[in-house]
């Protein structure tokens, strides 16, 4: 029979150490799964982060932060998506117009985001107050983005498929938004000091 090379205490060593990132990581999703009972869509938002575990750990700016990344990458691809549905040919006048807006308000969804995740580099120190103002200012707007789009496609002349492909994507990424939203009013909320 052959004998292990390792000694005893390494072995120990290497045994503790992988037990120790695993409770390390076990933490770190059930932190994000906590976290995620302050939104609307908690179910949506671990399934989202919870794959940034190792990188969020249990750091309440890095959750927000990960949350506007991961709104971010949605809204570039719904903008992608609807610019494309923007050019399908036989468009009725009222859907091209429609679609024309979407496409508006999308970018204007991005554009915001980008500046929220912007600001969040600025987070700390005095100022504190201010950015995470701006942060919210500018996630609240680009989620009455995407629910404007949705606006030009009310009523039954506007049924049909278009209007279902448009809905499954505005939906999903005015989800993941508000899911950023609410994690960034969660930290801001934890540090922004009680009024006297």
Known sequence: MERSSLSPALTVTTAFFILFQLSAAQTNTDYI??????????????????VYANKIQ????????????????????????????????????????????????????????NKSMGEMSHVGGPDFEF???????????????????LDGFAGKAMDGNLKITVRR??????????????LVNKYASAHTPPST
Do not use: F
């Not at 999903?172 to 950023?180: E, Y």
């Open 33 to 50: 799964k906590t976290s995620c009972l302050a939104t609307t869509y908690p179910r949506l938002c671990y399934d989202s982060l919870s």
């Open 131 to 149: 950015h995470m103002s701006n942060i919210q200012t500018w996630v609240s707007a680009a989620l009455t983005d995407e629910d404007t789009c």
């Open 58 to 113: 249990t750091s309440p700016r890095r959750l927000a932060a990960t949350a506007l990344a991961v709104a971010i990458s949605s809204a570039k691809s719904t903008l992608k998506s609807m610019k494309v549905l923007a050019k399908t040919h036989g468009l009725k006048p009222r859907e091209a117009a429609a679609m024309m807006d979407c496409v508006e308000e999308a970018a204007d969804s991005v554009d915001e985001l």
């Open 169 to 182: 994507h505005i939906n999903k990424v005015a989800q993941l938004i508000s899911n950023g939203l609410a």
